[in-house]
């Protein structure tokens, strides 16, 4: 069952926010939804740093909902000790977000933030290298508007929406209202959703896969979906698909024996692919960057751009094993890798 872990803040020496508004049409949306009985909201008021960490320990959610001021760069505001306003900037709330949408860590990790405050895009833009979806505000948002942002977005997610058209939704509403702010909220996708289990309650349909930028008024180019510290791109690699991480090692061709066979676990022969890229050896993290582009969005790609460039196709044989074959300037290879996906605790 998807949890959403609402946090707000409005410190005492910040504008007053209708928050409690807010939570009370959230919850409203949700009790009315059509999904109404897949859904937990648990909320947290006057949220100081402390009570971020054992909100997200106590609840483990998919979802979390942040309502109240930013401040752009310097970070947003949660409460100190006193009730007055405590800054936590980007880099750090990332940081504490990566821990929860660790899939190897949590079943069913978090997948969604939602930064419910003005000038948030720049948080918004940290946490997305390690949370599927992320929705940030790129400038002062009215209070009235970014209540019916959170309305719109959960009515949707209640009747079964996928987060994309849940975020187009939400953007509609503040439109409807005749209040110029629709094209505020910017959703950013850097990196694939979680793959659901056959252990997974969840019945959210999280809609595509990384790259899409669902702001109305700014189509950011897909290529910079891949991320570019080292970090990131573990945790990236970690998450697409078997088939297409397949993919890229064929792209990259490392000599044998450096990465273990399809057989072993992705999560094995991740660190293994960053150590050969990283060695004296390997064609560095760019060369990955590129081979990602080229896999998982090869209509970014118009064809070879040089000596040693592939079309890669992959398919499946007979006995359910991924078929993956490239052709190039210098290579023209198929081979057969046995892909092993996780199957919960059911039968396979």
């Keep these: 069952m998807p949890k959403i872990l609402f946090l707000a803040a409005n410190p005492k020496n910040t504008t007053r926010l209708r928050l409690d508004e807010e939570l009370r049409d959230i919850k409203e949306g949700l009790r009315r939804a059509q999904q109404r009985d897949k859904f937990t909201l648990i909320s947290h008021e006057a949220v100081r740093s402390r009570d ?23 970070g947003l505001a949660f409460e100190d000790e006193t ?24 079943p ?3 997948t969604c933030v939602v930064l419910n405050g003005c000038y948030s895009e720049v948080q918004a833009n940290a946490i997305a290298d390690y949370v599927p979806y ?22 949707a997610l209640g009747a079964g929406r996928s987060v994309p058209f849940a975020f187009k939704l939400a953007c509609n509403a503040i439109a409807r209202t005749g209040q110029p702010a629709a094209e505020i909220p910017t959703l950013l996708n850097k990196i694939q959703p979680p793959t659901p289990t056959s252990s997974s309650t969840s019945p959210l349909p999280w809609g595509e896969g990384p790259g899409v930028r669902a702001n109305p008024a700014e189509e950011e180019s897909r290529t910079n979906a ?16 078997p ?12 000599p044998k024996g450096n990465i273990s066979p399809g057989s072993a676990p992705q999560g094995q022969r991740v660190p293994e692919l960053l150590e050969w890229l990283d060695s004296p050896i390997g064609p560095g993290l760019e060369a990955l960057r ?12 118009p064809g070879p751009t040089g000596a040693g460039s592939r ?38």
Excluded at 140 to 153: H, K, T, W
Excluded at 315 to 340: C, E, K, L, P, R
């Design 243 to 254: 088939a297409q991480f397949e993919m890229v090692i064929f792209d990259l061709n490392p």
């Design 226 to 241: 891949i991320p570019q510290g080292r970090t990131q791109l573990y945790q990236f690699l970690l998450r697409i698909p």
């Design 290 to 301: 590129t081979s990602l582009t080229n896999v998982l969005y090869p209509q970014a790609q």
């Design 134 to 155: 992320v929705i940030g505000m790129t400038q002062a948002i009215p209070d009235r508007a970014a209540i019916e942002f959170a309305v719109g977005f959960y009515d």
């Design 83 to 106: 009730g007055h306003a405590k800054l936590i900037d980007g880099n750090a709330l990332a940081d504490l977000f990566a821990l929860f949408a660790d899939p190897t860590e949590f």
């Design 311 to 348: 079309n890669i196709s992959i398919g499946t044989s007979a006995d359910g094993s991924a078929v993956i074959s490239g052709d190039g300037n210098q290579v023209n290879q198929s081979y057969t890798i046995n892909i092993q996906r996780d199957r919960g605790d059911g039968r396979g």
């Design 52 to 74: 971020i960490q054992r909100a997200m320990l106590d609840e483990m959610p998919q979802i979390v909902h942040f309502s109240g001021h930013g401040d752009g760069e310097a």
């Design 108 to 110: 069913e990790p978090l």
